[in-house]
T-cell receptor, first 111, second 115 residues
Framework: GEDVEQSLFLSVREGDSSVINCTYT??????LYWYKQEPGAGLQLLTY?????DMKQDQRLTVLLNKKDKHLSLRIADTQTGDSAIYFC???????????FGSGTRLQVQP | DAGVIQSPRHEVTEMGQEVTLRCKPI?????LFWYRQTMMRGLELLIY????????DSGMPEDRFSAKMPNASFSTLKIQPSEPRDSAVYFC???FGSGGHNEQFFGPGTRLTVL
C-alpha cells in the first residue's frame, strides 16, 4: 500500500529557514499536500502541488517535488514562533479521495 | 460557514460503554471522511462517504466500529463496546469533489479516552 515518511522533529531559530522533508512510495500519487496542525486543533491545509509540477511558491512557503525520487519538501522562509506546529505531508491519487498521511514533523521555533 | 463541526470535543468513558461521535460537514460538500490520530499509528483513514454512501470502510478496525451518514449534513461514528485501545483523537473532514484536487477541511477533533 501507500506509505509516506517524514522525520519526526526539526528545531530552528526564529528568522531562519525551515525545510521539512517527506518521501512517498506511491508512483501514482497525483496530488501532494502539506497540512499544519497546531496544539489541540484540526489540520489546516497549507499548500498542495500537482505531480506534474516540480515547484510551487506561496508567500513564505516553497514546495519542491522530485517525482523521480518521490521526495517532497516544504521550505518556510523567515520562520516565526507562530510557525511552531506539526506539519503533515499527505498524498492521494485520482482513484482515491482519502489522503495518506506521513507521521508528521514537529517544528519547534526558538526565539 | 462555521466549518466542520464535531461533538463532543472531549469524551471520557469506561471500557465496555457505547460511544457516539458526531460530525456536521461544511454545507455543500459531498465527501465526508473519518480519521483517527494516535501516537503509535499517526493519522489513519477509517471510512469515507460520497453523497452519503460509504465508499471505503477498509480502515474501520473491527466490527465494534460503525459509521453512518443519514443525510448530507450529519454523520456519526459509533464504537460499541469501547476499549482502552480506542483512545485517540477522531477527526471528521469534508470536501467538495469536483474532480482533481479536493481540499479536505478538518474539524477540531474529538479526543476520546476510554478508561
Amino acid at each position: 500500500g501507500e506509505d509516506v515518511e517524514q522525520s519526526l522533529f526539526l528545531s530552528v531559530r526564529e528568522g531562519d529557514s525551515s525545510v521539512i522533508n517527506c518521501t512517498y512510495t506511491d508512483s501514482s500519487s497525483t496530488y501532494l499536500y502539506w497540512y499544519k496542525q497546531e496544539p489541540g486543533a484540526g489540520l489546516q491545509l497549507l499548500t498542495y502541488i500537482f505531480s506534474n509540477m516540480d515547484m510551487k511558491q506561496d508567500q513564505r512557503l516553497t514546495v519542491l517535488l522530485n517525482k523521480k525520487d518521490k521526495h517532497l519538501s516544504l521550505r518556510i522562509a523567515d520562520t516565526q514562533t507562530g510557525d511552531s506546529a506539526i506539519y503533515f505531508c499527505a498524498e492521494t491519487d485520482t482513484g482515491r479521495r482519502a489522503l495518506t498521511f506521513g507521521s508528521g514533523t514537529r517544528l519547534q521555533v526558538q526565539p | 460557514d462555521a466549518g466542520v463541526i464535531q461533538s463532543p470535543r472531549h469524551e471520557v468513558t469506561e471500557m465496555g460503554q457505547e460511544v457516539t461521535l458526531r460530525c456536521k460537514p461544511i454545507s455543500g460538500h459531498d465527501y465526508l471522511f473519518w480519521y483517527r490520530q494516535t501516537m503509535m499509528r499517526g493519522l489513519e483513514l477509517l471510512i469515507y462517504f460520497n453523497n452519503n454512501v460509504p465508499i471505503d470502510d477498509s480502515g474501520m478496525p473491527e466490527d465494534r466500529f460503525s459509521a453512518k451518514m443519514p443525510n448530507a449534513s450529519f454523520s456519526t461514528l459509533k464504537i460499541q463496546p469501547s476499549e482502552p485501545r480506542d483512545s485517540a483523537v477522531y477527526f471528521c473532514a469534508s470536501s467538495f469533489g469536483s474532480g482533481g484536487h479536493n481540499e479536505q477541511f478538518f474539524g477540531p477533533g474529538t479526543r476520546l479516552t476510554v478508561l
